[in-house]
């Protein structure tokens, strides 16, 4: 008979028979009708039938006063809390389509989102699904905005409670950790086992088979829950068991929205898709919980290798490896992980991706080679990178300068990422040949650093100061007509062009003004034209031209003195309209530093008082 169970997300109470079965086969229970109640039936009813009754259904309003006497619990939830939450969530990632429509109405969107948890009625909405064709075909779900910024404000909580107890070797999803870590952490690993490498030793590691699509969602839900219950000291644990409970429990294979082809998911293993494993079973990779899950679930397993077999291990979600100078040590306790790890996590090791072997033979870990003292890429990573280099030397020569210039900052970013995965070991004869093969095309913009760590754009090519030229230029279009240059009022002059004693001139955001004062002719020097001294001159330079000597002294030339018809004049410019009387006062100083007591021109400082009170007035 199916049995259905019901599962209490704090205030809400939801069923699900088979989560429950899972559950009890979990715990090495039986799944019976004594050990499984049905707590609300499918049509909305209350029921209390269990081992501890006669298994008679009762009425709904017996049970019901049973429940009214107890206090009613609320979900407690904070507005700061979510909306802290949502800060670190948009973090790096504010220019997606996702996070700028939530963020449209975001405050909005957060009060719906705390009023849906209080009330118990929140359910993670569809996700994303797609391949990942590269390293290997694999599956990833998205999960939608809103779910993120949930399961951001679970990792808030319990990752300060993981740290406490999660062993120093397990590098993922934590602070300070990561591939590289862990990579040179084998590395001097394998140094002291082997004592500088003058001693043998062996390195074991081991992968997990279809890991994340293995994971009993009901067990380790189980497992989390009890856990937060234990360590978690904050009021508002049930909200934290609540929505783990329901984020954890959910099948995000159920109505999500598949983007790409679907025929490519017949190329995928049956263990490496959730739609195909059995249900209740997999984790979607890509939510944060799934992989804080992850180091959690295995993290059993870290304490039993270190504590009780002495294993110095590093461990990279499913990736494991440890060295050890006793080989037999190493080959007598992998039975007892593989044990182990079906007991705890109830996951199975990959036969095909077992490896023990010498150091010196090398062994592959997180996209890396490490063979005695030296660290290399592996070679599917260098020819991932040789095919993105051929791709924009291709692309180069076939659209030309233009493309080039348009996306020389991301050929940079791009090649400099695997430089500095290079860089990262003893690699330089590999830099060198990749910095080699960049096509003569890409030149024109980068420069390429002497060790060949990485290339460098070009300061004029780089996006930012594109920008900023194309704004200098605007705005020196926008600002040409506003304030007079001195090279345009010249022009003015020369053209015959009588300047005004007052002018007023607009920068865009503030008025402003010329006073100029002082008017006199310009005398300017006319040449008498000798006709008989040029020809001597012309033929005195022909020579000299010919002989190789110096050229001729200059004669000086005659001429008298004119009237151009230009005047000149002393100017004093204001941004803002100034008062009258500054610029009396200064008209009156520049007069006695020019005339001190000699006789100066008669100017008219009644007019200039009228046209800057005319200035103000307008």
């Given at each position: 008979m199916s049995v259905p169970s019901a599962t209490a997300y704090g205030s809400a109470i939801f069923f699900n028979e088979k989560v429950c079965a899972?559950?009890?086969?979990?715990?090495?229970?039986?799944?019976?009708?004594?050990?499984?109640?049905?707590?609300?039936?499918?049509?909305?009813?209350?029921?209390?039938?269990?081992?501890?009754?006669?298994?008679?259904?009762?009425?709904?309003?017996?049970?019901?006063?049973?429940?009214?006497?107890?206090?009613?619990?609320?979900?407690?939830?904070?507005?700061d809390s979510l909306l802290s939450a949502y800060y670190q969530c948009r973090r790096n990632k504010a220019w997606t389509e996702a996070a700028a429509a939530f963020e449209i109405h975001y405050e909005a969107g957060l009060l719906k989102l705390r009023d849906e948890i209080q009330a118990g009625r929140y359910r993670p909405q569809p996700s994303i699904t797609f391949l990942v064709e590269w390293p290997t075909l694999r599956e990833v779900f998205a999960a939608m905005f809103r779910d993120r910024i949930v399961q951001t404000w679970i990792a808030q909580r319990i990752e300060p409670l993981f740290e406490a107890q999660f062993i120093a070797a397990?590098?993922?999803?934590?602070?300070?950790?990561?591939?590289?870590?862990?990579?040179?952490?084998?590395?001097?690993?394998?140094?002291?086992?082997?004592?500088?490498?003058?001693?043998?030793?062996?390195?074991?590691?081991?992968?997990?088979?279809?890991?994340?699509?293995?994971?009993?969602?009901?067990?380790?839900?189980?497992?989390?829950c009890r856990f937060i219950r234990e360590r978690y000291k904050c009021a508002d644990v049930e909200t934290l068991v609540y929505l783990t409970q329901v984020t954890l429990l959910n099948s995000p294979a159920e109505g999500c929205i598949i983007q790409g082809d679907p025929r490519k998911w017949e190329e995928l293993p049956p263990n490496k898709s959730l739609f195909t494993v059995p249900e209740g079973y997999g984790l979607p990779i890509g939510n944060i919980t799934s992989q804080l899950v992850a180091n959690f679930l295995l993290d059993e397993t870290d304490h039993y290798l270190t504590e009780t077999l002495g294993l110095d291990i590093d461990r990279y979600v499913d990736d494991t490896a440890t060295v050890d100078c006793d080989k037999e040590k190493l080959l007598l306790a992998m039975p007892l992980i593989r044990e182990h790890l079906w007991q705890?996590?109830?996951?199975?090791?990959?036969?095909?991706?077992?490896?023990?072997?010498?150091?010196?033979?090398?062994?592959?870990?997180?996209?890396?080679?490490?063979?005695?003292?030296?660290?290399?890429?592996?070679?599917?990573?260098?020819?991932k990178a040789m095919c993105r280099l051929h791709g924009f030397n291709r692309q180069a020569e076939e659209r030309g300068a233009a493309w080039c210039k348009a996306n020389a900052e991301h050929f940079v970013s791009c090649i400099n990422s695997y430089l500095g995965l290079m860089r990262q070991g003893q690699e330089y004869g590999m830099r060198r040949a990749f910095c080699g093969r960049i096509s003569e095309a890409w030149m024109k913009y980068i420069v390429v650093e002497w060790d060949f760590t990485k290339i460098i754009?070009?300061?004029?090519?780089?996006?930012?100061?594109?920008?900023?030229?194309?704004?200098?230029?605007?705005?020196k279009q926008a600002s040409r007509n506003r304030i007079p240059k001195a090279k345009r009022m010249t022009a003015r002059v020369f053209s015959g062009e009588t300047l005004p004693a007052v002018e007023q001139f607009n920068t865009g955001r503030k008025r402003g003004c010329i006073v100029r004062w002082d008017y006199e002719p310009v005398k300017t020097t006319i040449p008498e034209v000798d006709k008989r001294a040029a020809f001597r001159k012309r033929k005195a330079l022909s020579r000299a031209a010919k002989n190789g000597t110096p050229p001729p002294a200059e004669e000086p030339q005659q001429g008298k003195e004119v009237d151009s018809g230009l005047v000149a004049y002393s100017e004093m410019r204001y941004l803002g309209i100034p008062d009258p009387e500054r610029v009396v006062a200064d008209i009156q100083y520049d007069l006695?530093?020019?005339?001190?007591?000699?006789?100066?021109?008669?100017?008219?400082?009644?007019?200039?008082?009228?046209?800057i009170a005319a200035l103000n007035k307008a």
């Open positions: 899972l559950s009890l086969r979990a715990r090495n229970k039986p799944v019976t009708e004594d050990n499984c109640s049905w707590v609300v039936n499918y049509n909305g009813n209350i029921n209390n039938n269990n081992r501890n009754n006669t298994h008679d259904v009762r009425a709904v309003s017996e049970f019901q006063r049973k429940m009214n006497n107890q206090p009613e619990q609320h979900i407690a939830i904070g507005y397990s590098f993922n999803c934590r602070k300070g950790k990561g591939t590289l870590a862990a990579v040179k952490h084998l590395h001097e690993a394998i140094r002291e086992k082997s004592e500088n490498y003058t001693r043998d030793c062996w390195v074991l590691k081991y992968d997990l088979k279809g890991f994340f699509m293995s994971i009993n969602r009901a067990m380790v839900t189980d497992k989390l705890t996590a109830e996951v199975r090791v990959n036969p095909k991706k077992y490896y023990l072997q010498h150091y010196k033979k090398g062994v592959k870990f997180l996209g890396t080679v490490i063979k005695g003292e030296r660290i290399y890429i592996a070679n599917r990573t260098l020819g754009l070009k300061q004029k090519y780089k996006h930012r100061e594109r920008v900023k030229r194309m704004l200098r230029r605007k705005r006695d530093l020019r005339y001190g007591d000699t006789p100066r021109p008669e100017i008219d400082f009644d007019a200039y008082r009228s046209a």
